[in-house]
């Protein structure tokens, strides 16, 4: 069983930048694939990013490519979700995800979800 906790949500103007982290229990989380996932008001979840284990392929949505940047830190069991020129559009609860199958990447299924941190973008 994996524990998620997400950090690092607020409100910030337009064209400004958020760090998200998610602190991960157990002792096997570099063997994860790890990613982040929204959820916008009255609309579905959504990905946004995934990194794998071992050496980190990452793999971002159209919409945040070039602006987002996902990354993981093995020693402190916690990955990072960098975002950068914000948009009103990104403003959501921002959720982290763990899938520990180390098959395809990146997964079409997360077994572990955390609570979410809202993110919330002013124009």
């Known amino acids: 069983q994996v524990q998620l906790v997400e950090s690092g949500g607020g409100l910030v103007q337009a064209g400004g930048s958020l760090r998200l982290s998610c602190a991960a229990s157990?002792?096997?989380?570099?063997?994860?694939?790890m990613a982040w996932f929204r959820q916008a008001p009255g609309k579905e979840r959504e990905f946004v990013a995934a990194?794998?284990?071992?050496?980190?392929?990452?793999y971002y949505a159209d919409s945040v490519k070039g602006r987002f940047t996902i990354s993981r830190d093995n020693a402190k069991n916690t990955v990072y979700l960098q975002m950068n020129s914000l948009k009103p559009e990104d403003t959501a609860v921002y959720y982290c995800a763990a899938n520990p199958d180390r098959a395809k990447f990146p997964p079409s299924k997360y077994y572990y979800w955390g609570q979410g941190t809202q993110v919330t973008v002013s124009s």
């Open positions: 990194i794998s284990w071992g050496v980190g392929v990452t």
């Open positions: 157990g002792r096997t989380f570099s063997s994860y694939d």
